[in-house]
Nanobody
Framework: QVQLVESGGGLVQAGGSLRLSCRIS????????MAWSRQAPGKQRESVAG????????DYLMSVKGRFTISRDNAKNTVYLQMNSLKVEDTGVYHC?????????WGQGTQVTVSS
């Protein structure tokens, strides 16, 4: 059982930056994958970034590649999403999640609003 709590969302102008944090607590063993997803109003949830824990390899939604960076701090049990050059279309609720043994766990999310 893990708990995930996101923070760092807010209102930012287009072109600005935000760093989201996801504090993970509970049983940390066997986590295979860490990820961030987002849901914009009226749209389906989409995966934004992911990190494979065994290799450290990362993957990104095409529209955020080069602007967003997922990283982790093992000592702090925290996953980050650095978001630069934000666009209005990046607006949404951002959730962090983990995958372990094929099962997913997600946090409640943090709101990111990008104004023009």
């Amino acid at each position: 059982q893990v708990q995930l709590v996101e923070s760092g969302g807010g209102l930012v102008q287009a072109g600005g930056s935000l760093r989201l944090s996801c504090r993970i607590s509970g049983d940390m063993r066997g986590i295979d994958y860490m990820a961030w997803s987002r849901q914009a109003p009226g749209k389906q949830r989409e995966s934004v970034a992911g990190l494979t824990t065994s290799s450290g390899s990362t993957d990104y939604l095409m529209s955020v590649k080069g602007r967003f960076t997922i990283s982790r701090d093992n000592a702090k049990n925290t996953v980050y999403l650095q978001m630069n050059s934000l666009k209005v279309e990046d607006t949404g609720v951002y959730h962090c999640g983990i995958v372990r043994g094929g099962l997913q766990s997600w946090g409640q999310g943090t709101q990111v609003t990008v104004s023009s």
